[in-house]
């Protein structure tokens, strides 16, 4: 359990992460704006809130074979804490979102870890989300995918089309150019970005 401490000293508001395990507190950051000094202690609040939710609803996920690809709250005054979920292949569906769905509620009520009223709302990430670990790759060979890369290939810095292979550290992606078909052999480290895209 953690407590944030603020403290003042020549002007300067000084943020200490408090722990009971701590001899002494951890200095997180410094500011002389009390606006900042609160919007930082409110978003680390979040942060580790969110951190204690994921734990808490790991045993459910492993327990339905999906993984979690993204917690988040949305709204203002009516919050909504939503949960996009997976599985390894990277699909999803509508029973296994129900299914997960109802056993969340079931932690969310036997603990009581959110103190406001708030939404639950478990989904799939969506036709279009970001591949954050490229290693996801392995699993999408035949989907339709769209790259931004650091070094260009032919002078494309970016490239929609589908994944036709992924061998070592080599990403191949099958993209028109005008009415021509050809692919691009990309270095997986020249990925800054990808994510799912929908095929027109």
């Known amino acids: 359990m953690y407590a944030c401490l603020i403290a003042e000293s020549a002007h300067k508001f000084s943020i200490l992460l408090l722990k009971p395990s701590y001899k002494s507190p951890i200095l997180v950051s410094?500011?002389?704006s009390a606006r900042a000094l609160l919007l930082?202690?409110?978003v680390w609040r979040?942060?580790?809130?969110?951190?204690?939710?994921?734990?808490?609803?790991?045993?459910?996920?492993?327990e339905f074979g999906v993984r979690l690809y993204e917690l988040k709250?949305?709204?203002?005054?009516?919050?909504t804490l939503q949960v996009a979920i997976m599985k390894e292949d990277g699909s999803?569906?509508?029973?296994?979102c129900a299914d997960v769905s109802e056993r969340l509620s079931e932690v969310l009520?036997?603990?009581?870890?959110?103190?406001e009223e708030y939404?639950?709302?478990?989904?799939?990430?969506?036709?279009?989300?970001?591949?954050?670990?490229?290693?996801?790759?392995d699993h999408l060979i035949g989907s339709y995918i769209h790259v931004r890369?650091?070094?260009?290939?032919?002078?494309?810095t970016e490239i929609t089309g589908e994944l036709v292979s992924v061998e070592d550290n080599q990403v191949t992606v099958s993209y028109r150019d005008k009415a021509a078909v050809r692919k691009a052999v990309l270095n997986r480290e020249d990925i800054e970005y990808a994510r799912m895209a929908v095929r027109i």
């Open 92 to 96: 999803m569906d509508l029973d296994t």
């Open 149 to 156: 890369l650091s070094v260009p290939f032919k002078k494309m």
């Open 30 to 32: 410094e500011t002389r």
């Open 109 to 115: 009520d036997a603990s009581d870890p959110i103190s």
């Open 46 to 62: 979040h942060m580790e809130r969110t951190e204690k939710l994921k734990e808490l609803f790991q045993p459910v996920f492993d």
């Open 40 to 42: 930082l202690c409110f």
């Open 73 to 79: 709250w949305i709204g203002g005054r009516d919050r």
């Open 119 to 137: 939404t639950l709302e478990v989904c799939s990430p969506g036709a279009e989300r970001e591949i954050k670990d490229l290693s996801e790759l």
